[in-house]
């Protein structure tokens, strides 16, 4: 497939052959993505259609009780919907939609679901971002100090605090947080969606909850794993070389052990970003924060077909150029390591 | 290290952090007593109108001396109407100050932007009008025009003449007159192909709607309908344009959104976020509304409704969670109510599966369970609810609280009950009890608390046990629909009217389109036959009355009771007189909201 890593002893990153062999693989990947998004949308399309339970069914009342439909009544209410069209009519209107760009509007409140996405989705990417950058502030210089004084006291601080913020959902620190701002201070951050230009305080303010608890827990796994990996990269010939040579220790900690022993965090975070983009479902509930991820979750309760599958085929996309993006990094990151 | 040590501070405070939360639950946990007063109120403008309410036997043989003319002048209904040509809404306080929005955190997830069929009429209602509406300035305890300016009936109350308001206009500038009335009813009574209506059920009555000139209507209906005026205040009565429905053949599902009359028109909405209404200029009443708009901020589950309220992001929530009503109720800042809503807890039986279909096992259900005992349980997590029987606590057919708490299967000593329950069980032939299975919704408080606490109890009292078998909400129509139950605790009756005869119609009557027990008793079928022709308030009650009997001998459901509301406000939102309701609220219009701040 051409996509097996190749060593270079040479330093040179962008010589004309390496540029060609990097442009064929990523159009390899490209190409690769087409029939795994094309199998999500025939998955997704499919699965929303068999679970059981359909919201036309009753017609429920907020502040209770409910209205069920009898089967006349239902039939008509799918038929006047559309629903009652053959299902290869209704998935090539969808894929229609899609390469439109439109991604039609939802079953139910009629906004458009490419409006909803970028609504939605700004404050996702956002504390995603921010969460994934607070994990390697935290998680990295602790990974390291923690490798550095193995076995001392510090080690087993850092080792206990990670395995607390691992061991917690970040979910319930979320809760936790939020009542004791309420019960504390009386406040709770803003409800809603305030996007960054239109408000940058009260937009902190709704992101910085999410981003600092999911932040905590996913620096505690890259701390776990730069510890991990970097007492690994310790014990390598080339680092023994470079103490032995008289070079300075933060020099090889940071020049030579540090560099090598990245890869995997990197790997482990792109895999988080991914995830995170998607949403982290429990943590948006706990800070009311509306993100993707929890009308991801709405769509499927309500059976919002064309939310639930643009929203999955859009992670599909999300999830195909991270990993791209992450192995186009081990590029950079090991100049040993080249495409072709 | 120190800005390490500061990172690792909230942590250390977990501890403390956690007391906290228990100190939260175990406060949750306190007795709430029941809102006595407002029922008391109730029977009170009842008997101002000479509808008689507890005081029943006293004031029997007075009634009885009253000349059938003179019902003419007064026709019985459940709720008082007010018909004053003269009537106009305002706020009770002097001088009501002008300006301001009002912020109000409730769940703003609509399925769709036709209240007739699911629209979350709980947003929108202040965008629209309903011919008449429950007196917000009396606590909603009689009902007052609204697109109506006044009202004719019949001897007989199977005839209503509606005198519509003039030089209403809806916020797209069409003028409001007889034929939008005429085409919104027509539609809900005999919706369009594809159209749904969530009305339909209350209106069988209406025989036909004509249309007398431009601003008069009359109803005709097949039954004397005492309660008819009750029926048009429901929350999806609104009255949209004829222009518009035509337009849109009767469907206005995927209108975003439909015009109206109300004293707000929409400005804006994101979903499952937010949504902004502003005051109408044009709106019909003189000087209504005071305030300048809307903001309606979406807070899904109770505890982020009170959380918005506590922290001050909203001004008002219908129903919070108890922890923060709790918590409100401590601060000087901040009143908190509770209301009694329509709406019912149960476990419906399958009246057709063995051995459901043996009265007594139903019986000795009713009589074992402790319903005290859920209620406490699952009020913490869930809404308060009154032991009550088949009619909610507002109705002035409502039998006391103070006289359920006395009665078999309602009390809370349950040594006589459940004794009485295992002899049945015996003579059913199932002395040691049976295996069953019990269908719940998904959600913590049913799933987690309300029904495993029922099902310890079947069990422990009758040795019943119940598999819970846990489903998702969006199916439990289609279960119930199919009958694919035995037990199912996501089933509840009730419906928008003080006057319980709709409701039982259509739940508990043979073969009636809602009637998801599959309960049939002769008995109680017989009793609604009268009661659809019965305009005799002191008949009605007595019947009603053999009508709960029946189903306390032989019941349809085991009933738990009537739910109540939590509101939460801060002091300083007027005009709602939220202290004196006597009747729980979603769909307020906020036309005589002010903000004293």
Avoid at chain 2, 411 to 425: C, H
Wanted: glycine share 8%; charged share 20%.
């Amino acid at each position: 497939m051409g996509s097996t890593p190749r060593a270079s002893p040479s330093l040179q990153c962008l010589t004309g052959d390496t540029n060609n062999a990097m442009r064929t693989y990523v159009i390899q990947r490209l190409l690769l993505a087409i029939p795994t998004l094309f199998g999500i949308t025939v998955l997704i399309f499919v699965a929303m259609r068999v679970l059981p339970g359909d919201p036309l069914k009753t017609i429920y009342f907020e502040g209770g009780g409910a209205r069920i439909l009898s089967e006349e009544e239902y039939l008509e209410a799918r038929k006047n919907l559309g629903l009652d069209r053959p299902l290869y009519i209704q998935y090539a209107d969808w894929m229609i939609d899609v390469f439109r760009g439109d991604m039609g509007r939802s079953f139910w409140h009629q906004k458009p679901i490419r409006e909803t996405i970028q609504r939605r989705g700004t404050i996702t990417v956002e504390y995603a971002l921010l969460a994934v950058i607070l994990s390697w502030v935290v998680g990295l210089p602790v990974g390291l100090i923690a490798a550095v004084w193995r076995n001392s006291w510090v080690d087993y601080v850092v080792r206990f605090f990670v395995t607390l913020f691992m061991a917690i959902p970040s979910f319930w620190l979320g809760l936790t947080v939020i009542l004791i701002t309420v019960l504390v201070w009386s406040w709770r951050p803003p409800l809603g969606i305030v996007h960054l230009w239109d408000n940058p305080v009260q937009n902190m303010q709704i992101i910085l909850g999410p981003a600092i608890v999911i932040g905590v827990a996913m620096g505690a796994i890259l701390a776990r794993m730069a510890r991990a990996t970097l007492l690994e990269v310790f014990r390598e010939d080339y680092v023994r070389t470079a103490r032995s040579k008289g070079l300075a220790e933060r020099l090889v900690v940071v020049r030579h052990a540090l560099r090598n022993a990245i890869l995997p965090v990197l790997t482990i975070s792109g895999l988080q970003l991914a995830a995170l983009l998607g949403g982290s479902v429990a943590v948006e509930r706990a800070f009311s924060v509306p993100g993707l991820g929890f009308a991801l979750v709405k769509g499927i309760q309500e059976r919002d077909w064309v939310i639930v599958q643009n929203v999955v085929l859009l992670y599909g996309v999300v999830f195909v150029f991270i990993n791209l993006a992450i192995d186009l990094a081990y590029g950079f990151l090991d100049p040993r390591i080249r495409y072709g | 290290m120190s800005m390490k040590s500061r990172r690792h501070l909230p942590l250390m405070g977990f501890g403390i952090f956690l007391a906290l939360l228990m100190t939260l639950v175990a406060a949750c946990t306190e007795t709430v007593e029941v809102p006595g007063e407002t029922v008391i109120v109730e029977k009170e403008v009842i008997k101002e109108v000479e509808v008689p309410g507890e005081t029943v036997i006293v004031e029997k043989e007075v009634v009885k001396t009253v000349e059938v003319e003179k019902v003419v002048e007064v026709i019985a209904t459940a709720v008082p109407e007010i018909q004053d040509p003269g009537f106009v809404l305002s706020a009770l306080e002097a001088n009501p100050k002008r300006g301001g929005i009002f912020r109000e955190a409730i769940p703003v997830s609509l399925n769709a932007f036709d209240v007739l069929q699911g629209g979350g009429i709980h947003i929108i209602a202040p965008v629209y009008n309903k011919l008449v509406q429950r007196n917000v300035m009396d606590g909603l305890r009689t009902i007052v025009p609204d697109l109506v300016q006044t009202w004719e009936t019949t001897s007989d109350a199977k005839e209503f003449t509606l005198n519509l308001r003039q030089m209403v206009t809806y916020h797209d500038g069409s003028p409001f007159n007889a034929d939008d009335v005429i085409a919104n009813l027509n539609r809900m009574i005999d919706p369009p192909e594809g159209v749904t209506s969530a009305a339909k059920d209350t209106l069988v009555a209406v025989d036909s709607v004509d249309k007398i000139d431009d601003y008069t209507v009359k109803f005709t209906l097949n039954n004397p309908t005492p309660y008819f005026l009750e029926i048009l205040v429901a929350g999806n009565m609104v009255i949209y344009s004829d222009e518009e429905l035509n337009a849109n053949n009767g469907d206005l599902r995927r209108i975003e959104i439909p015009t109206g009359t109300g004293p707000f028109a929409f400005d804006d909405h994101a979903p499952d976020e937010r949504w902004k209404l502003r005051s109408n200029p044009d709106y019909f009443v003189p000087g209504l509304p005071y305030l300048d708009g809307v903001d309606v901020v979406h807070a899904v589950t109770w505890p982020e409704r009170g959380t918005a309220v506590l922290t001050g992001q909203a001004d008002y929530s219908f129903n919070v969670s108890r922890g923060t009503w709790d918590e409100g109720q401590k601060r000087a800042d901040i009143s908190v109510a509770e209301t009694p809503c329509l709406w019912s807890h149960n476990v419906a039986f399958n009246n057709e599966k063995p051995p459901f279909d043996d009265p007594r096992i139903r019986k000795a259900i009713h009589l074992a369970v402790s319903r005290q005992v859920q209620i406490d349980g699952y009020r913490p997590v869930w809404e308060p609810t009154f032991v009550t029987r088949w009619i909610p606590v507002p109705s002035p057919y409502a039998t006391g609280l103070g006289q359920i708490a006395t009665m078999p299967g309602y009390r809370a000593d349950k040594t006589e009950d459940i004794a009485e329950a295992q002899r049945l069980m015996a003579e059913a032939g199932y002395p040691d009890g049976f295996d069953t299975e019990i269908v719940t919704w998904n959600g913590a408080p049913t799933a987690e608390v309300a029904t495993p606490l029922f099902v310890d109890m079947l069990n422990k009292a009758l040795g019943i046990n119940a598999e819970i078998r846990v489903i998702e909400r969006f199916t439990g129509g289609e279960i119930l629909a199919s009958g694919d139950y035995e037990l199912d605790r996501g089933y509840s009756f009730g419906g928008s009217l003080l006057d319980p005869y709709l409701m039982w119609n259509n739940f508990f009557r043979t073969g009636a389109n809602q009637n998801w027990s599959r309960y049939s008793n002769a008995d109680l079928d017989a009793v609604l036959d009268k009661l659809a022709g019965e305009l005799d308030p002191i008949k009605r009650q007595e019947l009603f009355n053999e009508g709960m009997d029946i189903m306390d001998e032989d019941p349809p459901v085991y009933h738990i009771g009537f739910c109540a509301w939590s509101p939460m406000w801060y002091n300083y939102v007027k005009g709602l007189n939220l202290q004196i309701r006597s009747l729980g609220s979603n769909t307020d219009s906020w036309e005589t909201t002010w903000l004293d701040k």
